[in-house]
């Protein structure tokens, strides 16, 4: 699909954002006309977002029907997650090899390692409210881990199909850090992987993407069966046969 430009792109980046931060809520309407007063655009301009979110998995939509929110159901989840944990530890692994060979290559995680122990030493000394919006600085650090690797990884294919599944990572990261224990152990995880390609160990790199993952997961499971997660509304389908 081609990508569009001018007002087309800023209703697509400015839907895709709320999506994704879950401002706008798993099932929610998405009204043509109503987006298109919020948003000062005419309708052709909505109509090719709502498209374009469609194609990648955000927006249910159905010609002639009002298009929704995509939602989010326990099958799902695991459905994306057994992609996940077949390609993202081996994009670890293959960058932290890269890394032996070229030291270049490893710059963009020694740097992401000391900002995420300056995080931590500054969101340990916040208060439960000051935490609470201290967690966006967390996501900024852990999408940046995301994109260095696909950016750093040499597989061209690997790198494009982990990519392609982002915006539906980036939507339920804000379900998996639901609470301040979480995400420190999160943090802690990424450290791992940090540290592992940082040192240029192929193994220990896959090793600690899968076990992020593994518990990302769990986290993410459990959230959404206990309905206490941190998007009210969102939609719980229990899949008995996995």
């Known amino acids: 699909m081609a990508r569009a430009t001018g007002k087309s792109e800023a209703v697509y980046e400015r839907l895709k ?5 879950l401002r706008l809520k798993p099932g929610a309407k998405l009204s043509e006309v109503q987006l298109g007063e919020e948003l000062g655009a005419s309708r052709t301009p ?30 799902g989840v695991r459905a994306l997650f057994e992609i996940r944990m077949l390609l993202e530890p081996r994009a670890a692994a293959l960058v932290a090899t890269s890394g032996a060979a070229d030291e ?3 710059a963009p995680f020694h740097e992401l390692l000391a900002r995420l122990d300056e ?10 409210a000051g935490q609470t919006r201290g967690y966006q600085n967390f996501y900024v650090l852990a999408e940046r881990y995301d994109q260095a690797v696909i950016a750093a990884c040499r597989n061209p294919y ?5 990519r392609d599944l982002r915006s539906q ?14 995400m420190l152990t999160s943090l802690e995880e990424h450290r791992a992987m940090l540290k592992a390609i940082a040192h ?12 992020h993952l593994a518990q990302t997961l769990q986290a993410l499971i459990d959230s959404l069966a206990s309905g206490e997660s941190a998007a009210p509304g969102v939609e719980i389908q229990l899949d008995i046969t996995r």
Do not use: C, K, N, Y
């Open 119 to 128: 995080f931590e030493e500054s969101f340990r000394l916040l208060d439960a």
């Open 200 to 211: 240029g160990d192929a193994q220990a790199a896959e090793s600690a993407s899968r076990h």
């Open 169 to 182: 990572t980036v939507r339920l990261r804000h379900l998996s850090h639901s609470g301040p224990r979480r």
């Open 17 to 21: 954002g709320d999506i994704e931060s």
């Open 46 to 75: 909505v109509r090719e977002a709502i498209r374009r979110l469609a194609a990648e998995g955000l927006v249910d939509f159905v010609p002639g029907e009002v298009a929704r929110v995509a939602t989010i159901s326990l099958g």
């Open 104 to 106: 270049r290559v490893l």
């Open 158 to 162: 690997l790198a494009r199909t982990i």
